[in-house]
């Protein structure tokens, strides 16, 4: 039995077709089934004529045998299109009958919502005027010029007010009752449809795995670019260790560009937006501008110990020493190799800027990353014989190449940092079931404002925005 407890159904302007009870026109259910089944048996028709045909019947000769062969797919598509028009018809029907139905009997939708609909305007008749009843003893009970409820004139109206009552919950159980007939007899109709989708053949067609190409893709970008933020964050947090620093950067290089690829083909396609593949540009440009001014900083400390060293030797010879002492201590404070003072002032930058213009050369330069993958043991070692020596840059002298060395590594990490972020940030899910890291999609509301989320191809599938 249903669960309809019909709370706050007005008896009195209810109507059989409202949407709580049974709305549609079975005439309209019966007008579309004839037209499937219509359908149907024109495609059986043809099919017909098409296997005479292909079987030889209607054609024997060696063109036909060739006709034969080229077309028997066909004639077997007819079939299970025939199969799936037909039982799409026979479940919704083709006509209303006017005779009543058993209730037990499995019937066609258009005959079985005629016969609710039938069923429901009985109850809602009888819910009606008892409801009405209910209401007019009620009324009267109330309006009894008696005060006394033991009165004989109240305790009829009481009585007929109760049997209404009591009609009235009768008519709401015919009313379940006849809602829960025309919940079985859909179920039996859509059941009859999808069992003819799922077994007649059409439902999976066989397909090469190219079909979906896009999609393929879209999923490859996606995780590329999982990948890409993965790697890259592991880049930056490992760059000390010798050798595996490098080869993470390399990787997450490779797999930057693996995700701009495949952005920009979806982006053309209208799948996916340009400002996906601005994103992946300029996370791609990152790992050259991360080779530039790391370089750039660990030049400009070198040439600051060297500035730092000049002043202390200063500063030791106004003091009384003699220059190879000065030297030797001015030296040994900055962390600077014996006699290197000129080379490391010499081989310090002195702009920083034009080396910028190497950023797109250096994040594409995949050999430079294969030299310093091969040379990043013998450059550790360097770099850690120096730094035992070697004092932090906070303690030696305020020079311009001081200043240099420490703006040079904080646009280092904000260049490494920066474009990480922002690209986790665009992630967005390819399937439903992976976790939220994977795909935060932040930026998705920025992409429905025009202009941003543009999308495919100008003159033939452009969009202004994701929402568009």
């Not at 008896?11 to 059989?16: E, K």
């Not at 037209?35 to 017909?48: F, H, M, P, V």
């Not at 400390?301 to 030791?316: F, H, T, W």
């Not at 091969?374 to 906070?394: I, Q, T």
């Amino acid at each position: 039995m249903s669960d309809h407890d019909f709370s706050g159904v007005d008896w009195q302007t209810a109507r059989y077709d409202d949407r709580e009870f049974t709305p549609g026109d079975p005439y309209e259910v019966a007008r579309l089934g004839k037209r499937i089944s219509d359908t149907a048996k024109l495609i059986e028709e043809q099919a017909g004529k098409l296997n005479n045909l292909v079987d030889g019947n209607g054609w024997d000769s060696d063109a036909g045998r060739e006709f034969t062969k080229k077309t028997g797919d066909t004639v077997k598509l007819l079939s299970q299109s025939h199969q799936r028009y037909a039982a799409a018809g026979a479940a919704l029907g083709s006509s209303v009958p006017y005779e009543p139905i058993a209730d037990q009997v499995r019937e066609n939708w258009a005959t079985a919502l005629n016969h609710a609909q039938n069923r429901v305007r009985s109850a809602l008749k009888k819910a009606a005027a008892a409801d009405a009843d209910s209401s007019n003893y009620q009324k009267q009970i109330d309006q009894h010029p008696s005060g006394d409820d033991n009165h004989q004139d109240k305790q009829k109206l009481k009585r007929q007010k109760e049997a209404s009552d009591g009609e009235l919950d009768a008519a709401k159980r015919e009313l379940r009752a006849a809602l829960d007939y025309r919940d079985t007899q859909a179920g039996y109709a859509a059941k009859a449809i999808r069992d003819a989708i799922d077994h007649d053949g059409l439902k999976d067609p066989k397909h090469h795995w190219w079909d979906n190409w896009k999609d393929w893709v879209a999923d490859i970008g996606h995780w590329a670019g999982v990948a890409a933020a993965v790697l890259g964050v592991l880049a930056l947090a490992l760059s000390w260790v010798p050798v595996l620093g490098e080869v993470l950067g390399a990787l997450a290089l490779i797999a930057s560009v693996v995700a701009l690829v495949c952005d920009t083909v979806s982006a053309l396609d209208g799948k996916g937006t340009w400002l996906d593949v601005a994103i992946d540009a300029i996370g791609v440009l990152s790992f050259g501008a991360g080779r530039v001014l790391g370089t750039t900083a660990k030049e400009a400390a070198m040439a600051a110990r060297g500035a730092s060293a000049v002043k202390d030797l200063q500063l030791a010879r106004e003091i009384g020493l003699n220059p190879t002492a000065a030297r030797e201590l001015a030296e040994t404070l900055n962390g600077v190799k014996p006699g290197e003072i000129g080379k490391v002032l010499s081989e310090g930058p002195t702009k920083l800027l034009p080396r910028m213009r190497s950023v797109v050369k250096e994040s594409l330069n995949l050999k430079a990353y294969a030299t310093d993958i091969r040379d990043a043991p013998a450059v550790h070692r360097a770099a850690k014989a120096f730094a035992e020596s070697a004092p932090e840059l906070s303690e030696i002298a305020d020079s311009s190449f001081k200043s240099m060395a420490g703006q040079a590594k904080a646009l280092y990490y904000g260049s490494q940092v920066l474009p990480l972020l922002a690209g986790w940030s665009n992630l967005a899910h390819t399937h439903s079931n992976e976790p939220w890291v994977t795909g935060p999609n932040v930026l998705q509301g920025v992409k429905e404002i025009p202009g941003i989320g543009a999308g495919g191809t100008p003159f033939y599938n452009w969009r202004w925005s994701t929402s568009g």
